[in-house]
């Protein structure tokens, strides 16, 4: 199964963008990015999700490299709901979403 | 609409007794997954499902069966719990292995 690097945690101010990386070197050519964050004491929330081009949704926008071994997850304007374990996530056919340890964004005041 | 619904909330079991967490989704999705989630930790695939009347393992099948006799329905089932099984387990579906999973609200399980 291909794997994702994210870093363990990062800082963010209110109403500043956040942009998260993650690295998946061996993603294979029909292997989708999928991006879910975690808030405390829920379920995985679907974030976004994307192929080869760039994608932008009303949470987030998702910046995929050309050559698809990387990819950023980026909050426009982080808010204190958006403090949460978000993770990156390769999917494929197999149907065996691999979750990894994530990042966990904190956000001040 | 209510998505995912997991049954129990939460559960205090002696070691040994069977359990059955429950899962229905009401979006017609083909494939559901049950994880399970360690204190602090990520969450790690159970058994899946990608159609009605078929399941697979996952990354820590051990321990635990599943069975999926319609679309709607993916129970988990201990035949014998362990202290080492107590985790949250979150269920979760989707329409196929690349689109996006919902999931449920999780069940927390303690085996004592």
């Known amino acids: 199964d291909a794997k994702t690097t994210q870093p363990n945690s990062m800082e963010s101010n209110e109403e500043e963008p956040v942009h998260l990386p993650c690295n998946h070197s061996t993603i294979s050519g029909t292997d989708y990015i999928h991006w879910y964050r975690q808030l405390p004491s829920q379920g995985p929330e679907y974030v976004i999700h994307g192929l080869t081009s760039n994608v932008n949704n009303r949470m987030a926008s998702l910046a995929i490299a050309e050559d698809r071994k990387s990819s950023t997850l980026i909050l426009h304007r982080a808010t204190l709901r958006d403090a949460a374990v978000y993770y990156c996530?390769?999917?494929?056919?197999?149907?065996?979403?691999?979750f990894g340890a994530g990042t966990t964004v904190t956000v001040r005041a | 609409i209510a998505g995912i619904t997991q049954a129990p909330t939460s559960q205090i079991l002696a070691a040994g007794r069977r359990m059955t967490l429950r899962c229905t989704q009401d979006m017609r999705h083909n494939a559901m997954y049950w994880y399970r989630q360690d204190l602090g930790l990520g969450l790690r695939l159970i058994h899946y499902s990608n159609t009605a009347g078929t399941t697979g393992k996952g990354e820590v099948p051990d321990g635990y069966s599943v069975s999926r006799a319609n679309t709607d329905d993916f129970p988990l089932t201990l035949a014998s719990a362990v202290p080492s099984q107590t985790s949250v387990y979150f269920c979760?579906?989707?329409?196929?292995?690349?689109?996006?999973?919902?999931f449920g609200q999780g069940t927390r399980l303690t085996v004592v």
């Open positions: 979760a579906s989707s329409e196929t292995g690349y689109t996006e999973a919902f």
């Open positions: 996530i390769l999917s494929s056919n197999d149907y065996k979403l691999s």
